[in-house]
């Protein structure tokens, strides 16, 4: 089993920043790629960034320029620094990671979701 425990979610005013932080527990051998989705008010849940294990990077063409993803590999965790935010913005943001377990078996977990409001 792996779980994912996401935190840093909450109210910022427009051009505000956040971060959030996703640490993985559990029975992991190793994670390959983590990244963060979100979903908006009636909205279908869509990709915000991915980070392999490499560092290798992709965005969200709504958010280049304005967030960054970072992971911490010997921690299992992964960060995600939203700055100039805007309403548009606002969504619960889900972390998922995908590796390979103890078992030797594939996963895809999801965290529980943090709530992200920006309104002034």
């Known amino acids: 089993q792996v779980q994912l425990v996401e935190s840093g979610g909450g109210l910022v005013q427009p051009g505000g920043s956040l971060r959030l932080s996703c640490a993985a527990s559990?029975?992991?051998?190793?994670?390959?790629?983590m990244g963060w989705y979100r979903q908006g008010p009636g909205k279908e849940r869509e990709l915000v960034a991915t980070i392999t294990s490499r560092g290798g990077t992709n965005y969200a063409d709504s958010v280049k320029g304005r967030f960054t993803i970072s992971r911490e590999n010997a921690k299992n965790t992964v960060y995600l620094q939203m700055n100039s935010l805007k309403p548009e913005d606002t969504a619960v943001y889900y972390c998922k990671a995908e590796g390979v377990s103890y078992y030797h078996s594939l996963f895809n977990s999801w965290g529980q979701g943090t709530q992200v409001t920006v309104s002034s």
């Open positions: 559990g029975s992991i051998l190793s994670i390959n790629a």
